[in-house]
Each structure stands twice: as structure tokens, then as C-alpha cells.
């Protein structure tokens, strides 16, 4: 399979706080891959950092274009989507503003109407919704518009910082289920940051453990759930 995402030797300061080490990871077009570590360990750094959020040096290639440097907005033009920690979607205006205002970078109206139906195809609950104020739907119904959002860019790749954030365990479900079947039918490749490390590898095929900055460890999710002393400090049993 052809990489889509390569990352080389990230480093990142906040003042004079040095974040990240230097990172060095890769993920395979249509592939799944997660970022896991404990607080602080720099995986929303990352996400930030591939997304031109923040100023960090070292690569970052994607679709075999390097993207390091540029302006955030470029980057999104490129096809890589952010769900933030936080989600991001603004509260005062309905579910359909938000999704319109998702596909920003677009102006083929007739495509982001369909992308819209997609989105509603995929999570029903939103097209229940669709007019109704995002602040004052429930948590999951939020994250559900925050992925629905980053869809109506048409993404190659999405970036999802804690999805699962706050969210009951059987609506949690429901939404990795659905990403699932995003990543299958929408072609769309997924870099997940995750505190919850089994729902994590219950998603990713690949998977690369953060420490203070580093890289420590990387394999398939079946050789990293596997790792006794991965099994100890981040799945509990
Ligand atoms: P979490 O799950 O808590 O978000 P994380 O693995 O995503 O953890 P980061 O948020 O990337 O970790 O933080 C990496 C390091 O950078 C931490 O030491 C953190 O305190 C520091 N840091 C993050 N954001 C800032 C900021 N805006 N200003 C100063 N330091 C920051």
C-alpha cells in the first residue's frame, strides 16, 4: 500500500518548552492509524503540527507533497481534515450552517449538497437535527456534526483528536462503528488520538505509543495490544 501521511523528525517548542523530540512516523493510504501515550506525551501537538497550526520543524510529506510550513488553510486544501480536541463546531448556528461552513475551501454548491446527504446518510441523528442550535445538542450529537463537518471537505485524511472525549460508552460506540464504515466506503485515512488506548487499537490497524515527545514504540494494533508492559501502563489488564 502507497503511504499517504510521512513524518520526519518532528520537533516543537511551546516557549521554551521543547514538546516534541523529534517524531518519526508513517500511515498507509486508506489506512487507520493512532497515536497513543499518556497526558502531555504530544499527541494534539502532532495533530497540530501536520495541520500548520503551529510553527515545528522537521517533515511532513502528504500524498507525497511537503506540507510543512504552509498555511493552515493550504494544508485543508490538500485534503486533511481536523476534528479537535473540543470538536470546533460553533455552537449559535444549526447543524446545517455548520456543515456548510465545513466546506468552506468548495464552491461546486451541487456536490456539497450531496456531500450533505452523505453525511446525513451516515449520521441520521444530524439530518433529525439539522435545524436545530449545535450548542444544545447532546455531546455525541456534537462530535457526530464535528466528523459530519470535516467530511463535507471531501478529506483524504482525517485528524481526530479524542473523539470518544466525555462521551457514554454506547454512544462511543456507535460513532467508532461509524468511522469505520467512513474509512471503508469514503476511502478516507484516519490519524486518532486517543486516551482510551483499547477502543484506540479496536480501530486502528497500525499504532505508535508517544513519550514526553518520543516515539517509543510502533507496530501493528495486534503487536502493540499485545505488549505486556503496554497491556500494564495504558489497557489495565
Ligand atoms: P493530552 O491528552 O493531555 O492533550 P497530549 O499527549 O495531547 O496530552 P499535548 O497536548 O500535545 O499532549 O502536550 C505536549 C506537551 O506540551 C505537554 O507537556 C504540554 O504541557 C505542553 N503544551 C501543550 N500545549 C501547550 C501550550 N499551548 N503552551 C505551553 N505548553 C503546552
Not at 500500500?1 to 511551546?14: D, G, K, P, Q
Not at 451516515?122 to 457526530?144: D, H, I, K, V, W
Amino acid at each position: 500500500m502507497a503511504t499517504l501521511l510521512e513524518v520526519r523528525n518532528l520537533e516543537a517548542f511551546y516557549g521554551q518548552t521543547q514538546a516534541l523530540h523529534g517524531i518519526d512516523f508513517s500511515l498507509e493510504d486508506g489506512g487507520i492509524t493512532t497515536l497513543l501515550g499518556a497526558n502531555g506525551a504530544g499527541k494534539t501537538t502532532t495533530l497540530r503540527a501536520i495541520c500548520g497550526m503551529i510553527t515545528t520543524s522537521g517533515e511532513v510529506n502528504f500524498a507525497g507533497t511537503p506540507v510543512m510550513g504552509r498555511k493552515t488553510e493550504d494544508i485543508v486544501r490538500q485534503g486533511i481534515a481536523h476534528v479537535p480536541e473540543g470538536r470546533g463546531t460553533f455552537d449559535r448556528i444549526t447543524t446545517e450552517e455548520n456543515l456548510r461552513l465545513g466546506a468552506y475551501t468548495r464552491r461546486d454548491s451541487a456536490a456539497v449538497a450531496e456531500d450533505m446527504e452523505t453525511v446525513f446518510s451516515y449520521f441520521p441523528r444530524l439530518r433529525e437535527r439539522r435545524n436545530q442550535q449545535a450548542g444544545t445538542m447532546s455531546g455525541g450529537e456534537q462530535q457526530m456534526l464535528a466528523v459530519g463537518r470535516a467530511l463535507m471537505l471531501r478529506p483524504r485524511l482525517m485528524l481526530l483528536d479524542e473523539p470518544s472525549f466525555g462521551l457514554a460508552p454506547l454512544i462511543v460506540q456507535e460513532l467508532f462503528e461509524i468511522l469505520r464504515t467512513i474509512n471503508r466506503e469514503q476511502n478516507v485515512s484516519m490519524l486518532l488520538v486517543e486516551q482510551n488506548a483499547s477502543l484506540a487499537l479496536s480501530l486502528a490497524d497500525h499504532a505508535y505509543l508517544l513519550e514526553t515527545g518520543r516515539v517509543v514504540m510502533s507496530g501493528t494494533s495486534e503487536e502493540i495490544a499485545s505488549d505486556e508492559s503496554v497491556r500494564q501502563a495504558y489497557l489495565g489488564y
